[in-house]
């Protein structure tokens, strides 16, 4: 099992992860929900549609597996971009990779370009692949809290030291504190 942000974390608020997979084949959504759990220990919850994923919000994804091509079903779905725009624009922190069956330049750019984190072309090596982008989400993540807490720790540290001169600069003008040397 791996560690880091998307698992508990010592210096970290506990908190369970949760990841959507939003996927319109039923058989493909399973193996991927398998695989995640397999390797991750994370709340992973699976829907068929965009919209479904979106109205299930509350449960605040980290990351999401989302298809490229959502209208194989259900056909007037939103498609895989058009979910991962609205995904951005709601929670712009949310990791989300693109998974499709077309091995196609312009749509996996299309998709980074709206903020995916990773294409994924179905196939062979897809559900490694994932585990892999899954850790690199982790390691990016953990970068950014680390990077964020360090930032807070340094301003307090500040903010103390400010305080503790200003102590001392008017005690010794008082006549508190005298120096002999």
Request: charged share 20%; hydrophobic share 45%; glycine share 6%.
């Amino acid at each position: 099992m791996y560690s880091g942000y998307l698992y508990e974390h010592p210096v970290m608020p506990k908190q369970t992860k949760v990841v959507f997979i939003i996927e319109d084949e039923p058989l493909q959504a399973e193996m991927l929900k398998d695989s995640i759990m397999s390797k991750f220990e994370l709340d992973v919850y699976v829907f068929g549609t965009g919209e479904d994923a979106l109205n299930s919000w509350h449960l605040a994804p980290s990351v999401i597996v989302l298809d490229h091509d959502l209208n194989t079903v259900t056909k007037d779905a939103m498609c895989g971009v058009d979910v991962l725009k609205k995904v951005k624009e709601i929670a712009p922190l949310t990791q989300v990779v693109m998974l499709s069956g077309q091995n196609n330049l312009t749509v996996a750019a299309n998709s980074i370009k709206y903020g995916a984190f990773d294409y994924i072309v179905k196939g062979d090596g897809a559900l490694d692949r994932i585990g892999s982008i899954f850790q690199n989400i982790d390691d990016m993540m953990d970068a950014i809290y680390f990077r964020d807490f360090y930032k807070k720790m340094n301003t307090v540290s500040s903010f103390t030291l400010i305080a503790i001169i200003i102590t001392l600069l008017l005690l010794f003008s008082n006549g508190n504190i005298v120096f002999n040397f």
